[in-house]
């Protein structure tokens, strides 16, 4: 197998001074240099990185125009649906590449940041995957992607450990572990602190380049049963998104001497815009998927976003739109035909729920609720589900395995044919239930405090016995803000308030006590709760919807070192 270190002789002449970061030509870094960071940072991985910069960057700047054009439409009356363009792909009769042996078997999966201790506990969990986080459950501080690079490649190199001086308790992996899947962060966010050619590095490409770089050997030797690495892929909105990403990975491939389709990886549909093009991301990834994961909650964020300026479009409190509602139900059921079909997993969405210690009978009840929402999943045909703590995985896998019993997966028993008759209508349906007070109240009540975490540097919060990422804190900001926009009557609690921003105003205030009573006066004066609520305040009132709550956030958490690649 070639290794990256055939390559080194088209590395250009980098510069090194002092105790600063080893850059190629072109690359400079304004984050803190740390000598952990540097066993990542190294000359030939930022190149690495710097080389998909530069040949993907006009590629991705247009699919982001194509966004923007793709928004003006549907502001401007027009609806998503499927291609015409397209039709062949859909009704054509092909299969995606053979999966993997070593993931065949993903019927319950565990997500979390890329935090050390989070690393150790989830691949040790019992679930069958773990995908490592540098997206919505990551705060992307410079601090927190460069450890989670280190943390993940002790991982894969099986030598990761965690003292834990406060309980002064030791952790290690178990013998047997979860097998690993990294989701990056998605094509819109840029990386400020790694600088190629002047501007700001794509997210992505910084989290996957880096991973890549270091880990690929090591993970098809000890992971991968000779494929992978293993990959998630958020946040994308069109097939020319999925392209793009096939051509990294054919070029990380080839640079890596490893054979093409080594790299798999799971699309997250979790954009309206992208249930229509399913069949058309598969067939752009045939080579390099292992299927598609009901992203469900950024699914409900983007279906308000998508309809911002459609004012018949509102809907209910958020803890009414679950998988009951017709247009999430048709999602996941067309979600499912289209994997199968293509012979790849069909992967189910988040259990938030959180274990409630002091209380069993209401951890009783959360547990019912997750049994009934995995046997839902499972016999709808879905090969696995997703779990946010380790405390829901026997739950999950007593499901699963009870309706599966020893097939590793539904790909070849549950076709759904029965799905081919979804149409746009049934995934455009409007959600149905009632607008209450205590719905904007807790809206804004889990905005703030997930915001307020998300800016002291933690990005997975638990809130009200639910583990909060941004894709729920996406949904808190926008629903208020498509609420005040269009003064809509709460109508559920016999109050027939409109919201207004005086009454958001209000809102926020007593919110904002009960915050303080919760937390304590301490963590509320040490916390970043006034900040958090002063920008929450503004994305909800803004005139225009922010495309995304974390992208507006981002300035506040980055922190330029600006001679971080020569000397600090």
């Not at 679930?127 to 450890?147: C, G, I, Q, R, T």
């Not at 450990?161 to 572990?177: G, I, M």
């Not at 997930?450 to 894709?471: F, Q, R």
Request: charged fraction near 25%.
């Amino acid at each position: 197998m070639l290794g990256f270190g055939t390559f080194s002789h088209s590395i250009s002449a980098g510069r090194k001074t002092g105790m600063g970061y080893d850059v190629p030509e072109g690359v400079d870094i304004r984050g803190r240099y740390d000598p952990e960071f540097a066993r990542i940072l190294t000359r030939d991985a930022l190149q690495f990185v710097a080389d998909l910069q530069r040949e993907f960057r006009n590629h991705i700047k247009y699919a982001m125009e194509c966004r923007k054009e793709a928004k003006m439409r549907y502001n401007n009356g027009a609806v998503p649906g499927f291609d015409p363009a397209t039709k062949s792909v859909r009704d054509a009769e092909w299969a995606c590449a053979p999966v993997p042996p070593a993931v065949a078997d993903r019927r319950v999966e565990i997500t979390g940041p890329v935090e050390r201790k989070m690393i150790i506990n989830a691949l040790n969990s019992g679930a069958k995957v773990f995908m490592a986080d540098f997206e919505d459950a990551l705060s992307p501080s410079w601090e927190n992607l460069m450890s989670g690079q280190v943390n993940l490649k002790d991982a894969v190199n099986g030598t990761i450990s965690f003292h834990d001086q406060a309980r002064n308790r030791a952790y290690k992996l178990n013998e047997h572990t979860a097998k690993l899947f990294v989701r990056p962060r998605g094509w819109h966010l840029p990386e400020d602190h790694i600088l190629i050619d002047g501007e700001p590095a794509t997210g992505c490409l910084v989290d996957f380049g880096l991973y890549f770089f270091h880990n690929y050997a090591a993970f098809r030797q000890n992971q991968g049963e000779g494929c992978g690495p293993f990959l998630y892929l958020p946040k994308m909105e069109h097939s020319r998104e999925a392209r793009i990403w096939n051509n990294v990975f054919e070029k990380a491939e080839k640079m890596a001497g490893i054979q093409r389709g080594s790299i798999r990886a799971t699309v997250l549909i979790e954009t309206l815009p992208a249930v229509f093009q399913m069949d058309e991301i598969l067939y752009e990834l045939r080579d390099h998927s292992v299927g598609l994961n009901c992203g469900r909650w950024d699914y409900i964020f983007s279906y308000v976003k998508t309809f911002q300026a459609h004012p018949d479009r509102l809907l209910p409190d958020r803890v009414l739109v679950g998988m009951a509602q017709h247009f999430m139900k048709s999602y996941c059921d067309l979600l499912i035909r289209t994997c199968h079909r293509r012979s790849v997993h069909a992967m189910g969405g988040m259990a938030a729920q959180i274990p409630i210690r002091d209380d069993p009978a209401a951890n009783e009840a959360a547990l019912e609720l997750v049994r009934k929402d995995k046997l839902r999943e499972v016999k709808a045909g879905h090969d696995g589900t997703w779990a946010a703590h380790p405390g829901l995985i026997p739950t999950c896998m007593e499901v699963f395995t009870n309706y599966m019993g020893n097939s590793p997966n539904q790909i070849e028993t549950m076709k759904r044919g029965d799905a081919a008759v979804i149409t746009e209508e049934d995934l455009l349906q409007i959600p149905r239930g009632v607008r209450t007070m205590e719905g904007l109240r807790l809206n804004t009540r889990v905005g703030i405090q997930y915001l307020a975490a998300w800016l002291t540097g933690t990005g997975s919060v638990p809130l009200y016995n639910l583990m909060e990422d941004a894709a729920t804190a996406e949904i808190s900001r926008v629903q208020n803000w498509q609420w005040l926009k269009y003064g809509v009557e709460l109508d559920g609690d016999g109050l027939g308030v409109k919201v207004t921003v005086d009454l958001f105003g209000r809102v926020v205030e007593e919110e904002m006590a009960r915050i303080e009573r919760e937390v304590g006066k301490d963590k509320f004066k040490t916390g970043k709760y006034k900040e958090a609520c002063r920008i929450f305040t503004q994305q909800c009132t803004a005139p225009a919807l922010d495309d995304f709550l974390t992208l507006n956030a981002y300035s506040h958490i980055v922190m330029h070192h600006p001679d971080g690649s020569s000397r600090l």
